[in-house]
């Protein structure tokens, strides 16, 4: 069952000045047989990005509207609480929130984008390389490719200011018709042999460097100066040529299925991309969803060693002691928030293509007109991405980490008109400049931590993206 078709005139008022007295008029129509790969193709060159979530995918082109914390007022972007809060009121003001909470019908009015980890700290240590992901970016597109178990959708927006795809006098309607069809009759162009090889791999800390660290931390854990940090290390990795970054997404859908899997180019040229293993915060409706995500073991390889590795992983005291540290968090920033938190009884393996997990699921409910922003600016960044408590853990990583994090670990997502949406971590993740490709991983120093276990847990992965490369080498 496809989406019906339905369109809608959605007024839109000032956000930092920038879409003042503007409208934007959106249509949504069927599009059974197009395909995400085919549709971020044909988008080179304008601003384009994935989304995929609980059995749910989007991908998405051109900008409508933008949201850029470098053009929020002072005030807006004062502490990470702000920020998230500026977005969310430039959101709606751009796009007036209808009266009712739950998604009203007709097209979903999506702004895609993110948070950098350490929203108060430096972006990029004098580096380009996270220029074009500052605090926080949004985007508006023109078009989104919606696929979801009842069927894939095309919404098309546009505003009186912005011509978008096609003929400027082509009705919208029209417009999103011709781009069905369009995607319908090309043939599928698949990820096989189309990334470069790898010419030098440099990490940005040795062995030598991580054990110092992990020792740090240690000695401070045992003054109780926090519960848990975790440290993060970055990998460059320099191809012979430029890669083709949808060739990579392609390669890391397939490759990652129970993840959520993200690829941002709000900026053409600029990508973060990544297969999150889990969920920071999502809001359907009166509906909300979190996971807490721990401790870590490789796949085996056999069944039975994968069943012998997970086993040891659930028998794991000082994962468990990681666990709990995530969940006893989650309830504090959730409480006067969330109502009837309710925490899976149960410890769950989430086993993706490299390494296992434990997982427990939250789920609640949220009252009406509440904000997916309002939720994740109360758990971001968590203690699995960050430690505890967090400002102790973020002043630690700030001393001891050799390279910013930019938005790895940060919060990355969508949130819609409604104020609905989904954002996960920006983990097991690259972002993609040129030839050079910057990769990211991390782990939780808890008390019985050791650097040797610990450096070998961020290798596994860092496999997540060096695989989507095809390559086989990590440092």
């Known amino acids: 069952m496809t989406a019906p078709r339905s369109q809608s005139t959605i007024a839109a008022a000032a956000a930092g000045g920038s879409a003042s007295g503007s409208r934007v008029e959106s249509v949504r129509v069927p599009a059974g047989g197009a395909d995400p790969v085919r549709f971020l193709r044909r988008a080179a060159g304008r601003p384009r990005g994935f989304w995929q979530s609980q059995g749910r995918w989007s991908a998405f082109s051109g900008r409508v509207l933008e949201l850029d914390s470098r053009d929020f007022p002072d005030g807006e972007t004062g502490t990470a609480e702000d920020l998230f809060t500026g977005v969310r009121k430039a959101g709606r003001g751009i ?10 019908e007709g097209p979903e009015i999506r702004w895609y984008g993110g948070f950098a ?25 023109e078009l989104q490719l919606l696929g979801t178990p009842d069927g894939t959708s095309l919404v098309a927006i546009k505003s009186p200011t912005s011509d978008g795809e096609g003929p400027a006098r082509e009705p919208l309607s029209a417009r999103a018709e011709r781009v069905v069809l369009e995607l319908e009759s090309e043939e599928r162009v698949g990820a096989e042999g189309d990334v470069p090889p790898a010419v030098s791999f440099h990490p940005h800390m040795s062995t030598a460097r991580w054990t110092e660290a992990v020792s740090t931390i240690l000695d401070r854990l045992e003054r109780d100066e926090f519960e848990k940090v975790v440290l993060a290390r970055a990998l ?12 990579v997404l392609d390669s890391l859908r397939a490759g990652n299925p129970n993840a959520n899997v993200f690829y941002l180019e709000i900026e053409p040229g600029a990508v973060f991309l990544g297969a999150s293993p889990e969920l920071l915060c ?56 969330v109502s009837d938190l309710r925490i ?52 630690a990583i700030r001393e001891v980490e050799t390279a910013s994090r930019g938005w790895y670990a940060g919060a990355v997502g969508w949130f819609d008109q409604a104020g609905c949406g989904e954002f996960a971590p920006g983990l097991r993740s690259a972002i993609i400049a040129g ?28 496999m997540t993206v060096i695989r989507a490369l095809g390559l086989e080498r990590t440092e």
């Open 95 to 104: 796009v007036q929130v209808p009266d009712v909470h739950d998604p009203p």
């Open 117 to 141: 980890f350490d929203t108060q700290g430096p972006a990029s240590d004098g580096e380009t390389l996270w220029e074009a992901f500052p605090a926080a970016r949004f985007v508006l597109p």
């Open 236 to 247: 460059d990795v320099t191809l012979a040529d430029v890669p083709d970054p949808i060739c």
């Open 282 to 337: 999502s809001q359907a409706g009166s509906h909300f969803v979190a996971q807490a995500v721990a401790g870590s073991t490789p796949r085996g390889k056999s069944d039975d060693e994968d069943r012998r590795l997970g086993r040891r992983l659930l028998e794991s005291e000082k994962d468990q002691v990681e666990l709990a540290i995530c969940i006893r968090e989650l309830e504090e920033n959730l409480a006067g928030l």
């Open 344 to 395: 899976d009884a149960e410890t769950r393996l989430l086993r993706l293509a490299d390494i296992q997990h434990l997982r427990v699921d939250v789920t609640g409910n949220v009252p009406a007109r509440a904000h997916v922003l309002s939720l994740a600016a109360a758990l971001h960044p968590t203690a699995a991405v960050c430690g505890y408590p967090r400002s102790r853990a973020l002043e």
């Open 435 to 462: 030839r050079m490709l910057r990769l990211y991983a991390g782990a939780g120093i808890v008390a019985g931590s050791e650097p040797g276990p610990e450096w070998e847990e961020t290798r596994v992965k860092l």
